[in-house]
């Protein structure tokens, strides 16, 4: 689950909550959902029924936003889904985790010393570390690419598309 979907399955948004989700994007989702013929608020029960706040493989286990520490479902809310300071301070070394929601020019892995981020070249296999943080947020969102992550076994590749590709 993301922030948007967070905003959305709120039952009630305080005015500066909403007044955050209109800054970060609620009218451009409105106008995705319109432009598919679609209507946003007919997803919340699909949403309420399947969005997780984590997601866990045997290798690596995903969230939106951010972890402090292992395992996720010992983190709140706000560092899951909302956090912008997990990445940029780099000091997550658990398990290998895959977030999103801070926009990097390419996708990087954050040792969670402080100090080593590793900028992953896409469209190449790379051994999957154990520990840390890997970005693949891209800015899709802002005009920058798509990118996803691709596992196999222990290894993994980054493929991205521009917004403009189909």
């Given at each position: ?41 007919d997803t919340i029960p699909w949403l309420r029924d399947h969005v997780r706040l984590f997601w866990k493989s045997e290798f690596f286990q ?90 196999e076994g222990r290894e993994y590749r980054l493929i991205s598309a521009d917004k403009e590709q189909p």
């Open positions: 689950m993301g922030n948007h979907e967070d905003y959305l399955l709120q039952p009630h948004l305080s005015p500066r909550m909403r007044m955050v989700w209109e800054k970060v994007g609620r009218s451009a989702t409105v106008k995705s959902f319109e432009a598919a013929g679609e209507s946003m608020t995903c969230v939106h936003a951010g972890i402090k520490i292992d395992p996720p479902e010992v983190n709140d809310l706000q560092t899951l889904v909302h956090d912008h300071g997990i990445v940029p301070e780099n000091r997550y070394a658990g398990p290998l985790t895959v977030t999103g929601h801070i926009a990097l020019e390419h996708a990087a892995w954050f040792a969670g010393d402080g100090a080593t981020v590793l900028e992953v070249e896409e469209d190449t296999l790379h051994p999957m570390p154990e520990k840390g943080v890997l970005c693949i947020d891209t800015g899709c969102g802002k005009g920058g690419r798509l990118t996803a992550m691709i596992a």
